[in-house]
């Protein structure tokens, strides 16, 4: 069972958001290999709209998502194996993206010269980079989505309805899980996804072992996920946690648990409403400031002086 469990964590970290990233790359190039086909023994190749083409790829992109979510393990998500998954994934995560990121912008101009290169004289070449590189950042979305559906599956841990977590996203998310990371609720002895590494499990048991503890850890996980999250959402995230601390505070956290799938989960709904309309009306109904500047250029003359 031990060793059941330990495959199973390793599921959430690399095995899914590889199946992910194999899965939707051969729906992409499937899709568009026989859209081609398709369109070009009826139509000519110059005229064959791409519009048609972009909306396959998103449906087969979002079946991804899907097929990657059913075959996610759907076990028990107690506490300290959603410690264990949520800061190893985001650690992992932050780590490929700002040596991803480095690498890039470091190196930026070589780059562009390789590939300029190897698209006229290595087409094999350019074809394998081109491959690895869009696997590898499929993978981090693959790694990404298991990261959101990890956190769902410790909402539903506490009870909080489907419809409730699905309605508190994208602004109010954080408060749905954050108090499943902080709350000592759910620990137990034999967590379902334990880590192969027992230094791993180590620092596991450290961060759940004092509130202290786990408090800080969450500090700097969530700071740390500002490097590919942004660190706009760790301001609303750290924002919505205070909002939960100060509300178990008053009620007690018992109470706090028992109110949490009920009144709390409906202000959060809420909440994330309102923010929603807030964000919306920001950036459609708010006409960009932007000045029109017409530039009028005048006839000139030289005007010469009579030499005195």
Not at 10 to 34: D, E, Q, V, Y
Not at 70 to 86: C, Q, V, W, Y
Not at 103 to 108: D, I, K, P, W
Not at 207 to 213: L, T, Y
């Amino acid at each position: 069972m031990k060793q059941h469990n330990k495959t199973k964590f390793s599921t959430w970290i690399l095995w899914s958001p590889l199946k992910f990233a194999a899965i939707s790359f051969g729906i992409m190039i499937t899709t568009a290999f026989l859209y081609t086909l398709l369109m070009g023994a009826f139509y000519n190749p110059t005229t064959i709209s791409q519009t048609p083409l972009i909306t396959l790829l998103l449906i087969g992109f979002v079946g991804a998502i899907a097929i990657q979510i059913k075959t996610l393990p759907h076990g028990k998500m107690d506490r300290a194996s959603f410690i264990a998954i949520h800061n190893t994934q985001t650690i992992t995560l932050s780590i490929l993206y700002i040596i991803s990121s480095y690498l890039l912008v470091r190196y930026a101009q070589q780059i562009i010269f390789y590939l300029l290169i190897m698209e006229t004289q290595l087409s094999a070449t350019l074809l394998i980079t081109l491959t690895a590189s869009l696997i590898f950042s499929l993978y981090l979305l693959g790694l990404s989505f298991a990261n959101i559906y990890a956190k769902f599956r410790r909402a539903r841990e506490l009870e909080i309805p489907t419809w409730k977590i699905i309605f508190s996203m994208p602004f109010g998310f954080s408060a749905m899980w954050a108090p499943g990371y902080l709350l000592d609720s759910g620990t137990t002895k034999n967590p379902t996804y334990a880590p192969k590494s027992k230094y791993l499990n180590q620092a596991n048991n450290w961060i759940i072992s004092r509130p202290a503890h786990t408090i800080s850890t969450f500090i700097a996980i969530t700071t740390l996920s500002g490097f590919f999250l942004g660190f706009n959402a760790v301001l609303l995230t750290f924002s919505l946690a205070l909002i939960f601390g100060i509300w178990a505070l008053q009620r007690g956290t018992k109470n706090f648990a028992k109110k949490m799938p009920g009144k709390y989960a409906n202000y959060v709904v809420i909440l994330n409403l309102i923010l929603l309309i807030l964000f919306i009306g920001f950036f459609t109904l708010i006409p960009p400031a932007t000045q029109n500047a017409q530039l009028t250029i005048s006839d000139t003359g030289i005007i010469e002086e009579p030499i005195k």
